[in-house]
């Protein structure tokens, strides 16, 4: 099995630790917070981006086209 930690269909957390590289989104840089799968289907990890990038070093792309934000 090639994530033993995560339940059947999950993602890993964090894909570096399995040696994969990871990807984010420019418009992701920077936030103060942000959420993501954590292994199973039910649970998610929450944290600033600054401390996702210190920890992964993802690779910096993007990947999602830009969309106006609606005003309030």
Do not use: Q
Request: with cysteine; hydrophobic share 45%.
């Amino acid at each position: 099995m090639l994530y033993a930690e995560c339940e059947v269909g999950a993602m890993p957390p964090f894909g570096a630790a399995y040696g994969h590289r990871v990807f984010v989104d420019r418009c992701l840089v920077g936030e103060p917070e942000m959420v993501f799968s954590a292994g199973t289907h039910t649970d998610a990890i929450r944290m600033h981006y600054g401390d996702f990038a210190d920890v992964i070093r993802p690779v910096v792309a993007s990947i999602v086209a830009s969309m106006p934000r609606e005003t309030v």
